[in-house]
């Protein structure tokens, strides 16, 4: 009774700027993470925790941690999904949060190999699951709320703001790694890279303050005080939503392949078999992110104005045109500005039209009740799936060209044709009631433009 009463004015005390900040900043913490565990992975890790003779073999070994974190997501998108269709929205972003955050900030202080021995990889590892588990959930959450807060004809807009978040906190990464690597060698991998870790404690303290500040969703209490939710969201969504688990699985495939390869592939790529210094990757993918931040939210409207499918399948087809010019601007007289120039167009054009209407889109694949763990779990299974292994299969992939690209661009070709098949034969999603409880009241409330 005390639950009810407590959340009946929480429809008029969230403020879409407040929805929107919590949405931005919590999934900027969450790609500031991860991507500074990219980038370090790619230029720190395989030289002072992950020690071999062999260069490739340690930046694979450093890659396959990357790809560990990726692995452990759907877990974490399971456990934490169900706590959000149970228990809201919100009480599970603070959760989430915090546990990702704490595994980054203690990266900051991990020892090496030379300090720690076979310690330092394992303990890597270790928080690497733990960070990957917070992380599971993230992102689907923070859509969820912004969608479900958001007037029904503009969720492509205000969805769009956790997908925003995910390049602020890569804008932040990126320009953080890009001062640091301009240290002298012996610094920065003594310390220097040390300190964009310990630097998330500042997003972390903001985000926090900005949820706790905020009331539940009203679809979420609407579903809790008119009609019971599913007993057990686990069992709704395995066993009545499978489609919408697959089709966004499918969807979610092009994305994490040229995401993958901008953001943790090229910079490796660059250094390793270019020769080109450290800093010309974070630098590059800084302005690129950029970029990116600034466009998905035209996208995102945009798919409010036109829908979801044509805009998504337009970044898709735009991404595998450019699958080869890309690796040419990049190879193309082993230069920063080219090179900047491919990946402002590849994230900016491709992965902006993929990425801005996908809040939007996703969470109008499920219904009310089982909305969160469905998108949570086959999100962070589409990236554990594609986005952990791709660094890995791109290396591979260059390895078996004798150094040539090609075997690459032909990998995101296929990736972005199967996404286009499914986005086309799964149909439009725009403007579906968010309260539906079964598949066919929310098929059939396609257009209709209400809660």
């Known amino acids: 009774m005390s639950r009810s009463t407590s959340t009946t004015v929480a429809p008029r005390q969230n403020t879409m700027l407040g929805v929107g900040a919590a949405a931005l900043v919590g999934s900027a913490l969450e790609w500031y993470d991860f991507y500074l565990y990219g980038t370090a992975a790619a230029l720190v890790f395989n030289r002072i925790i992950f020690v071999s003779t062999n260069p490739t073999v340690a930046t694979l070994a450093a890659f396959a941690t990357f790809a560990l974190g990726y692995f452990i997501r759907p877990l974490g998108g399971l456990i934490f999904g169900r706590m959000g269709d149970v228990f ?47 992380a599971g959930a993230e992102f689907g959450g923070a859509a969820i709320f912004a969608v479900e807060n958001a007037n029904p004809r503009r969720r492509g807009l205000h969805g769009a703001w956790p997908s925003s978040g995910v390049y602020l906190g890569l804008l932040l990464a990126s320009a953080v790694f890009s001062v640091v690597t301009l240290l002298p060698e012996k610094e920065f ?31 979420f209490i609407e579903l809790q005080t008119s009609e019971k939710p599913p007993a057990s969201p686990v069992k709704e969504v395995f066993a009545r939503e499978k489609k919408g688990m697959l089709l966004l699985v499918l969807a979610q495939t092009p994305q994490n392949v040229v995401s993958s390869i901008n953001l943790a592939f090229v910079t490796a790529f660059i250094v390793g078999n270019l020769k080109l210094s450290n800093s010309v990757g974070p630098l ?14 035209l996208f995102g409207l945009l798919s409010d104005k ?11 087809a735009f991404s595998a045109l450019f699958a080869f010019p890309y690796f040419w601007l990049i190879e193309g007289g082993h230069a920063p500005v080219p090179i900047t120039i491919a990946i402002i167009l590849s994230l900016g054009i491709g992965i902006g039209a993929m990425f801005g209407p996908q809040a939007a889109y996703f969470a109008e694949l499920f219904t009310g009740g089982a909305r969160f763990t469905g998108l949570a779990f086959a999100r962070e299974l589409a990236g554990a799936l594609t986005a ?23 990998f995101i070709i296929l990736a972005c044709l199967i996404g286009i098949v499914a986005v086309v034969l799964g149909g439009e999603t725009r403007g579906r009631r968010m309260s539906a409880l079964t598949v066919p009241e929310l098929k059939g409330s396609t257009g209709s433009f209400s809660k």
């Open 88 to 134: 809201g929205r919100k009480r599970v972003l603070i959760v989430t949060l915090l546990i990702m955050g704490g595994a980054t900030l203690l990266m900051a202080v991990i020892p090496t190999y030379a300090q720690a021995g076979a310690w330092s990889p394992i303990l890597l590892i270790l928080l690497r699951l733990i960070q990957g588990i917070g």
């Open 189 to 219: 991998l003594a310390w220097g890279w040390r300190l964009p870790f310990a630097a998330s404690i500042f997003v972390i303290v903001i985000a926090l303050i900005i949820r706790m500040r905020l009331s539940e969703s009203p679809v």
């Open 284 to 297: 590059a993918t800084t302005m690129g992110t950029a970029v990116t931040m600034l466009v998905l939210p």
């Open 306 to 316: 036109i829908g979801r499918r044509p805009v998504i399948i337009a970044g898709m």
């Open 388 to 410: 952990g292994t791709t660094p890995l299969i791109a290396v591979a992939l260059v390895a078996a060209a004798g150094g040539a690209t090609w075997l690459v661009s032909l």
